[in-house]
């Protein structure tokens, strides 16, 4: 089993960038698709980002194509998202995820193990 802590959270004006980070405990990280979700309050989780084992292929939500990176070092075993041009629509409670598949989910149920999640506030 594997576990995660995120990081990087915080409060930021409109417009402005964040990078939220999710270091894994275990060896066996860079087996997992790795993901991020959202959520924000009296609204479900929402699929934001995933990376596959190598970092080779990703996947993004329409709502943060462009705007939102996700990547991640195997070597160690954390993940990264970069968040830019950041609207007050963005703020959320910000969680990542291991898939122990390589389909690069987008819903909540297709992930494994779970961070505890990190406040993402935007102003406007």
């Known amino acids: 089993q594997v576990q995660f802590v995120e990081s990087g959270g915080g409060l930021v004006q409109a417009g402005g960038s964040l990078r939220l980070s999710c270091a894994a405990s275990g060896r066996t990280f860079s087996s997992y698709t790795m993901g991020w979700f959202r959520q924000a309050p009296g609204k479900e989780r929402e699929f934001v980002a995933a990376i596959s084992w190598l970092g080779t292929r990703t996947n993004y939500a329409d709502s943060v194509k462009g705007r939102f990176s996700i990547s991640r070092d195997n070597a160690k075993n954390t993940v990264y998202l970069q968040m830019n041009s950041m609207s007050p629509e963005d703020t959320a409670i910000y969680y990542c995820?291991?898939?122990?598949?390589?389909?690069?989910?987008?819903?909540?149920?297709?992930?494994?193990?779970w961070g505890q999640g990190t406040q993402v506030t935007v102003s406007s």
């Open positions: 995820a291991a898939e122990k598949g390589a389909r690069l989910g987008v819903f909540a149920r297709d992930y494994d193990y």
